[in-house]
C-alpha cells in the first residue's frame, strides 16, 4: 500500500482580500500549511483556519514567510541566518498562540515561497530555520524540497523530516523548482500533473523540464491554495489516489 500525505497552503488572506478557497480545498487534504502573517494572513484569518483544521480533521502547520505581502513572500530577500532564524520564531510563535487556544497541535512547518527556495539551497539559511524549529518545539516535523538542504539540515538537527513534491510546478535537473518567472514553471493540465504525481508516489521519479529522470521519495504533495483551479485539481488527486491504491494520510501517519 502506497501512503502519501496531501498538503495545500491555506490562510493566505488578509484583511478585506480573499485568497483562494480554503473551506474548499480543506475538507479534501490531510494537512494544511497555515500563513503566519508575513506573506499572508492575518490574526482573524489564522484563528479562522485553526478552526478549520480542528473541524475537518486536517493537520495543522505553520507556513512562515518573509515579510512581503506585495510581493506575496516570493521575492527574495537578504538575511543573515540569525535574522531569519528570528522571524521563523516570531511567526511560528504567533501561530502557536492560536492552534494552543483552538485546542489544536501542530504538526509541522513548511518555510514559504522565496524563503523555501532559498533555503533548499543554501545549507546556512536552511540550518537556521530548522534551529529555530527544534528550539521552539523539537517534535515538529520540517517540511521541505525532496532532496533539498532542508531535509539535511533538519536531519542534522534532530529533527523529523518529511519530503515535499510538487503537482502543479516543474522540476529543473537539479531537483529544485523551476523560478515562476520562467516559460513552463507552473503546469495548468490537470492530466499531465495527475500523472507526474502517480508516479512520484510509486515510481519516485519525475521528468524534469530538461527531459532527465530525477529520483525522488515524496512524503507529501502540495497543490497551491490560491490557484484558480486549486478544488478542482485537489478533487482530481483523491480520484486519481483512489484509482491507483494511494492511501492519504497526514504527515504523522505517514511516518509511522
Avoid at 143 to 158: D, P, Q, R, V, Y
Avoid at 196 to 206: A, D, G, L, Q, S
Wanted: with cysteine; net charge neutral.
Amino acid at each position: 500500500m502506497y501512503k502519501v500525505d496531501l498538503n495545500s497552503d491555506l490562510g493566505e488572506a488578509y484583511g478585506p482580500y480573499s485568497i483562494g478557497t480554503d473551506k474548499e480545498i480543506i475538507s479534501r487534504i490531510s494537512s494544511a500549511n497555515i500563513a503566519c502573517g508575513w506573506h499572508g494572513g492575518d490574526p482573524l484569518v489564522m484563528d479562522e483556519t485553526i478552526g478549520l483544521c480542528k473541524e475537518y480533521g486536517v493537520a495543522a502547520g505553520a507556513h512562515p514567510g518573509f515579510n512581503d505581502l506585495m510581493g506575496f513572500g516570493r521575492r527574495n530577500i537578504s538575511v543573515s541566518p540569525k535574522e531569519a532564524k528570528a522571524y521563523l520564531k516570531y511567526q511560528l510563535g504567533a501561530l502557536w498562540a492560536f492552534a494552543k487556544a483552538g485546542g489544536v497541535s501542530l504538526q509541522h512547518v513548511k518555510p514559504h515561497g522565496a524563503l523555501y527556495n532559498m533555503a533548499a539551497v543554501d545549507m546556512a539559511l536552511a540550518k537556521a530555520l530548522a534551529e529555530a524549529v527544534y528550539e521552539v518545539e523539537p517534535d515538529l516535523i520540517f517540511l521541505g524540497l525532496a532532496n533539498s538542504c532542508m531535509i539535511t539540515a533538519a536531519k542534522e538537527c534532530g529533527l523529523k523530516t518529511a519530503s515535499e513534491v510538487f503537482a502543479d510546478r516543474a522540476y529543473k535537473c537539479d531537483g529544485t523548482l523551476v523560478a515562476r518567472t520562467k516559460p513552463g514553471a507552473v503546469i495548468h493540465d490537470t492530466e499531465v500533473c495527475i500523472s507526474r504525481v502517480v508516479r512520484m508516489v510509486k515510481e519516485n521519479k519525475v521528468r524534469a523540464i530538461s527531459g532527465e529522470d530525477i529520483d525522488l521519495k515524496p512524503d507529501s504533495v502540495c497543490v497551491h491554495g490560491d490557484t484558480p483551479k486549486a478544488v478542482e485539481f485537489v478533487s482530481a488527486i483523491r480520484r486519481a489516489f483512489e484509482k491507483e491504491g494511494i492511501e492519504m494520510q497526514n504527515l504523522k501517519g505517514t511516518m509511522r
